[in-house]
């Protein structure tokens, strides 16, 4: 029996507690070995939009995440560079965790843009998804994976749904408060909020 290994892709930026929440709350409900960060180049929906750099990027990930043994950065997406696509990432950690069962960790939220992912239904055929509510956005629009999953697998993944509390914080909200001098205290790691002070990101 392979391991079971959740994926959760992002441009993290910053990464913050809902982030990390929703990994542990996915880990915990379906017995996950290990959830793999998988750190986004760029976006292909955020093309227009320049994060911070990958090296602060990946910095406040290692912070975030350092201190869970089940959790682990993956760069893969930051070495190709380019514009990052999920299948493209999915694949390669197929083929390097042969026999696995992979799961995509996903806010509801990502659902509305399902039909604009680059092969869904391969993407779907390769790992299962498994989404949580997010703050303000509440019951995940399951619809949205018909096109893309076989009815039975889908009823058992919604039965298997996680179910935790819905916590509204964004990287958006975030960069805003910081750049209007408020504070991001515990809304992201506290390494995290020190790291950000230190290198004075998106205060401009």
């Not at 509440?138 to 919604?158: F, K, Q, T, V």
């Not at 749904?161 to 750049?179: A, T, W």
Request: net charge neutral; glycine share 8%; aromatic share 8%.
């Amino acid at each position: 029996m392979g391991d079971r290994i959740g994926i959760f892709g992002g441009s993290f930026d910053p990464i913050h507690n809902g982030h990390l929440l929703l990994a542990e709350l996915c880990r915990e409900s379906l017995g996950l070995d290990k959830v793999l960060f998988l750190l986004a180049s760029v976006s292909p929906f955020k093309v227009d939009k320049q994060p911070a750099s990958n090296r602060d990027r990946t910095e406040m990930l290692r912070l975030a995440i350092g201190g869970n043994r089940k959790f682990e950065l993956d760069l893969r997406e930051i070495e190709r560079g380019g514009v990052s696509f999920t299948i493209d990432s999915v694949r390669s950690i197929a083929e390097a965790n042969r026999g696995a069962e992979l799961f995509l960790l996903m806010g509801a939220d990502a659902l509305a843009d399902i039909s604009k992912w680059r092969e869904p239904a391969e993407l779907f055929r390769l790992v299962t998804p498994c989404v949580i509510a997010r703050g303000g956005v509440g019951e995940p629009n399951w619809a949205a994976l018909d096109p893309y999953i076989e009815h039975l697998r889908l009823e058992e993944i919604i039965r298997n749904k996680v179910v935790g509390p819905q916590i509204e914080i964004s990287s958006f909200d975030l960069r805003q408060r910081i750049k209007q001098g408020k504070s991001v205290r515990y809304q992201v790691p506290y390494a995290v909020e020190v790291y950000l002070k230190e290198h004075s990101l998106y205060c401009t």
